[in-house]
């Protein structure tokens, strides 16, 4: 028997499919939460300061990782046919819920681009994703280890941690709201 949503035709969302599964049903998930969900975690008074806090967060981590330069280094990986250290791979280190937090942010889901070696959220002027995986903010590139050493890397490890504590407060409230809502099968 298949649960089902607040909506008799949508079928509830398992935590399976918010967390494990290929990219492509991943950013599926994350698109149908974004059309059906969004609202309802908007509403919630708690959600809607934790995704100011985090846009506010995300921004000025952008904004010093643009001026550190590490923006140009992820984009010219991206230019790159390898990817870098950005490979295919990367991409199923996402989850559906990252993604539905990254599309309350802006971010819109999209087709994935047939499967090639680099990540499919990597593109020309770097990761197109806000809110990045935890795997991804370990910055496992010679270049990026060495720019984080340099004068921009306390604020750029101060605002990694604020972004981690804002999404992760973000999704446990998301969880919570979307299960009292009827939306997560056994929530």
Same mark, same amino acid.
Request: glycine residues 10%; hydrophobic residues 45%.
């Given at each position: 028997?298949?649960?089902?949503? =607040?909506?008799?035709?949508? =079928?509830?969302?398992?935590?399976?499919?918010?967390?494990?599964?290929?990219?492509?049903?991943?950013?599926?998930?994350?698109?149908?939460?974004?059309?059906?969900?969004?609202?309802?975690?908007?509403?919630?008074?708690?959600?809607?300061?934790?995704?100011?806090?985090?846009?506010?967060?995300?921004?000025?981590?952008?904004?010093?990782?643009?001026?550190?330069?590490?923006?140009?280094?992820?984009?010219?990986?991206?230019?790159?046919?390898?990817?870098?250290?950005?490979?295919?791979?990367?991409?199923?280190?996402?989850?559906?819920?990252?993604?539905?937090?990254?599309?309350?942010?802006?971010?819109?889901?999209?087709?994935? =681009?047939?499967?090639?070696?680099?990540?499919?959220?990597?593109?020309?002027?770097?990761?197109?994703?806000?809110?990045?995986?935890?795997?991804?903010?370990?910055?496992?590139?010679?270049?990026?280890?060495?720019?984080?050493?340099?004068?921009?890397? =306390?604020?750029?490890?101060?605002?990694?941690?604020?972004?981690?504590?804002?999404?992760?407060?973000?999704?446990?409230?998301?969880?919570?709201?979307?299960?009292?809502?009827?939306?997560?099968?056994?929530?």
């Amino acid at each position: 028997m298949t649960l089902l949503g =607040p909506n008799p035709s949508q =079928p509830a969302v398992t935590l399976e499919a918010l967390y494990f599964g290929p990219i492509a049903a991943k950013v599926e998930v994350a698109a149908t939460l974004l059309r059906s969900c969004a609202h309802l975690v908007m509403q919630d008074a708690a959600c809607a300061t934790l995704v100011a806090e985090l846009a506010a967060a995300t921004q000025a981590l952008q904004s010093l990782l643009s001026t550190s330069g590490m923006t140009a280094q992820c984009a010219a990986c991206g230019r790159r046919a390898d990817g870098g250290c950005c490979g295919a791979w990367v991409a199923d280190q996402s989850d559906a819920m990252l993604l539905f937090v990254n599309g309350l942010l802006g971010w819109q889901p999209a087709a994935l =681009p047939d499967r090639r070696p680099t990540c499919a959220f990597l593109g020309p002027s770097g990761c197109s994703l806000r809110v990045k995986p935890f795997l991804c903010q370990d910055y496992d590139c010679h270049a990026l280890s060495a720019m984080i050493d340099g004068a921009d890397g =306390p604020g750029i490890r101060h605002l990694r941690a604020a972004c981690a504590a804002h999404y992760l407060a973000l999704e446990q409230r998301t969880l919570s709201v979307l299960g009292q809502a009827g939306w997560l099968a056994g929530g």
